[in-house]
Structures are given as C-alpha cells and as structure tokens.
C-alpha cells in the first residue's frame, strides 16, 4: 500500500489550493482516505476523511464550509480543495488510508493508530 500526497506551496490568506492523495497496492475499493495536518509545535489533527465506496465525509469544525474532499476513484485520487486559507491553516498535511471506521475515529485521534500514511505536504498560508 501507498500514498502520494502533493499539492502543497505558499498561497496569501484568502487563496485557494488542492491537495492530491494518490493511492495504489490496495486489494480492496472498500477504504476511506483521511488527511491530517501538523503545524509547527502542534500535535497532528485530523482535518477531512472521506469514504471511496460509500462517499461519506467528515470534516473538522475550522475547515467547515473551506475545504472540500472529493474521491475519484476511477484514479485512485482523493482531492482537498481549501479555499479561504487562512494563516492558521500553515501546516504539513498528510493522507492515511484504513477502513472509514478506524479513519472517522482517527479524526479525533490525530491519527495515532494509523498504519498506512503518505508523505506529507507542506502548505504555507501567509498573511
């Protein structure tokens, strides 16, 4: 099992990015795709995880109504559209893969119990 994640870069408060989460080696269409973020001298939190069979989402509350997670799954692809960045959201951003019950959980674990993580992306929001 792998994971790409790219898309990160700078962007003003305001702008707009779309990370990428490239998945390949499952046996299985039936996972969800989390993405978690670090920033500096802060514990890793779960932002967005969506369902590639079921297309269930969640998002935490500070992206709410920003970000946007999409799958296609026809490319093995999980989008995160984030508009409306605001410097807070300066982080390395991070795709896992696992079931969506252990992903929706992980949400609220920092994704400690993870095992499948891509390398992250760093994004950079300045003021």
């Known amino acids: 099992v792998q994971l790409q994640a790219s898309g990160g870069g700078l962007v003003q408060a305001g702008g707009s990015l779309r990370l990428s989460c490239v998945a390949s080696?499952?046996?299985?269409?039936?996972?969800?795709i989390g993405w978690f973020r670090q920033a500096p001298g802060k514990e890793r939190e779960g932002v967005s995880c969506?369902?590639?069979?079921?297309?269930?989402?969640y998002y935490a509350d500070s992206v709410k109504g920003r970000f946007t997670i999409s799958s296609d799954n026809a490319k093995n692809t999980v989008y995160l559209d984030m508009n409306s960045l605001k410097p807070e959201d300066t982080a390395v951003y991070y795709c896992?893969?696992?079931?969506?019950?252990?992903?929706?959980?992980?949400?609220?674990?920092?994704?400690?119990?993870?095992?499948?993580w891509g390398q992250g992306t760093l994004v950079t929001v300045s003021s």
């Open positions: 080696g499952f046996t299985t269409d039936d996972y969800a």
């Open positions: 969506i369902s590639r069979s079921d297309g269930y989402t």
């Open positions: 896992a893969a696992d079931t969506w019950g252990n992903i929706r959980i992980s949400m609220f674990m920092g994704g400690e119990d993870l095992e499948s």
